[in-house]
């Protein structure tokens, strides 16, 4: 357990919206990143961040942003929310290069109708 | 097109029996990983395969690597309702040390006691 706190744990959101979703952690680990999980798709990588401020794309990114002001906090947002986006999306955290090993919360259920 | 494929996708059997989860691809993996997850967490590693041939055994599970680094198997001996739960395998590409994980499809395992 990395001290991983998702939030909202459940939103429910109109087409067009924008939607902020937090992963914080307390473990000082210096790898974040946030994935979907979708049925039939397994978890695809969204976005990542290897440090403060220094942020990557994933397999999934369009449609997505991500900020990393400080070393304890990842934001997810939506800038425009649309229906293909209704998933559940889970943040996790490494602790460094040479552990692989990833920490995972326990996931946001966004639901854009 | 899923780089991991895992079979079969969903698995329901009677308390006792054993199992195996398949976990494929036509790529070379440097190290895989196998998590478990359950209804509304993230998931939890059980294990990390490096080498290829390498077998690790946990308890009942049993988690074997190809030779080639392209598949890997799950084996649960005497399978009981407790393993019950979404399992998930996750490969890592090249010598990357982000933590950028491929993860497969999963298999959903239901054991009946």
């Known amino acids: 357990d990395a001290g991983i706190t998702q939030s909202p744990r459940h939103k429910v959101t109109e087409t067009g919206t924008p939607v902020t979703l937090r992963c914080h952690q307390t473990?000082?680990?210096?790898?974040m990143y946030w994935y979907r999980q979708d049925p039939g798709h397994g978890l695809r990588l969204i976005h990542y961040s290897y440090g403060v401020k220094d942020t990557d794309k994933g397999e999934v990114s369009d449609g997505y942003s991500v900020s990393r002001s400080k070393t304890e906090d990842f934001l997810l947002t939506l800038e425009s929310a649309t229906s293909s986006q209704t998933s559940v999306y889970f943040c996790?955290?490494?602790?460094?290069?040479?552990?692989?090993?990833?920490?995972f919360g326990s996931g946001t259920q966004l639901s854009v109708l | 097109t899923q780089l991991l494929e895992q079979s079969p996708q969903f698995l329901s059997i009677q308390e006792g029996e054993n199992l195996t989860v398949y976990c494929n691809s036509s790529s070379v993996f440097s190290s895989l990983q196998w998590y478990r997850q359950e209804p509304g967490e993230g998931p939890v590693l059980l294990v990390t395969v490096v080498t290829g041939g390498e077998v690790k055994k946990l308890k009942r599970l049993t988690f074997q690597f190809g030779d080639a680094r392209k598949d890997s198997s799950l084996h649960i001996t005497a399978a009981q309702p407790g393993d019950t739960g979404l399992y998930l395998c996750?490969?890592?590409?090249?010598?990357?040390?982000?933590?950028?994980?491929?993860f497969g499809q999963g298999t959903t395992l239901q054991v009946k006691p």
């Open positions: 473990e000082n680990h210096r790898y």
């Open positions: 996790a955290t490494k602790p460094g290069q040479s552990n692989e090993k990833l920490f």
């Open positions: 996750a490969g890592v590409r090249g010598s990357s040390n982000t933590g950028k994980l491929i």
